[in-house]
């Protein structure tokens, strides 16, 4: 039920107070991204530099590629407020205007998710499609529906993708040299095979424990699982972040992988373990899924949210012709967060109603079948019969 003060008045509000505010969210959010790349930097930079298969100057290019995202995000910003607002025509202006819209943030989060050797350009198209088509278009900063930083990978991922592999792909110089890998990245072999097998999905790669650290193949900055755990924590205890929100999301995509491996002959743990360590799951499920713009506001919307996430997922890695489902899932959902939103906030303020108890039984029921949807057809893709659900193979 929905709370109100009852204290005399007037009241603080939390979002005046020296330590709080949107200022300080985006300062403490810039610190969670902090050991996310800093990783990324050294498992791609410094690391190789160390092994002897780059120079230099080449050593620095990861770390200046993600700060490159930040500064193409932040200049577009810039030329649109410049161009629309002719109230906005010294430097000044234009920077007390990107200070308050945060115009650093898509960039940066767009140049951690897209491969290391992805062309300056691509990187400004995907800048561009992020930061004009999906936050200035929409009205800026509060005001856009999808992620921007989300849209841009997108647009980057439905049209460059043999772009990016011509000009190298996700393989750093070190990782190119190992024939183990054979090419592709962990969520890659699993589309290429549809062989859920350990010694084919994670021993090329080492072990579990390597998934953990990120010391295996993958775009720029979404491989660094520990470092992204701690940023978890960061953002959790400043409160940036709904604790809960991550963890649904990821909780739900390993129940579901642990069915899909059941599915296909292998009740192993490895399974689950191996699909939440891989691909962008950790770092989407922290740092996009938990956005407050273009994610419900309510906690039981954020786990209704999470939950539909965990299940798109699932279905888009699994099933889809991309490896890779966490950006599709979450761009698809934000297009849900205003009904999700509104639905959940009255079935949380009325309480328990025959209405609300009827809006409640009708999402859990979808959210039921769609994952049931997503186990079965799975099971299909990497199993050829499923034994405990024989009579259902045909109907889907």
Partial sequence: MARFANGKAPFLRTSDAKNSGT???????????????????????IKVFIEGNITFLEMLYPLIFILLGGILSTLFEGLYFYITDKNVRSFK??????????????????AMVVPLYTPI??????????????????????NNIFNPALLGYIAIGFTMLGVI????????????????????????????????????????????????????????AETGSLAIIIAYIWLSVRKVI???????????????????????????????????????LMFGA??????????PRNPLGKVVFALF????????????????????AIIVMNIFTLPIDKMTAIIRAQG???STIVSALGLAAFLLILMVYAIIKAGNVYSTFITFVPFIKGVF
């Fill in 309 to 328: 996430l965990g299940a798109l997922t699932v279905l888009f890695r699994y099933i889809g012709n991309l490896p890779e489902g966490v950006g599709t």
């Fill in 121 to 142: 350009w691509v990187l400004m198209f995907g800048a561009f499609m992020g930061t004009i088509v999906g936050k200035m278009l929409f009205g800026g900063f509060g």
């Fill in 286 to 295: 922290v740092f996009m899924a938990t956005e407050p713009v273009t994610t």
């Fill in 165 to 220: 592999g011509n000009a190298g792909g996700v393989f750093n110089a070190s990782e190119v040299l190992i024939d183990a890998y054979g090419g592709a990245t962990p969520l890659g072999t699993l589309a290429g095979t549809k062989v859920i097998d350990y010694d084919t999905l994670v021993a090329p790669y080492g072990s579990l424990w390597n998934f953990l650290l990120g010391t295996i193949p993958g775009a720029l």
């Fill in 242 to 280: 709904k604790w809960f929100t991550p963890l649904v999301y990821i909780g739900t995509v390993f129940i579901l992988s642990w069915f899909i491996g059941m599915a296909a002959g292998d009740a192993g743990i490895w399974f689950p373990v191996y699909s939440i360590l891989s691909g962008g």
């Fill in 352 to 354: 328990i109603k025959k």
């Fill in 93 to 110: 202006a234009l920077g007390q205007k990107l200070k308050v819209s945060y115009a650093v943030i898509p960039g940066l989060l767009l």
């Fill in 23 to 45: 200022g300080v969210i985006m300062r403490d959010f810039m610190i969670g991204l902090l050991p996310v790349i800093l990783f990324a930097w050294y498992k791609n930079g």
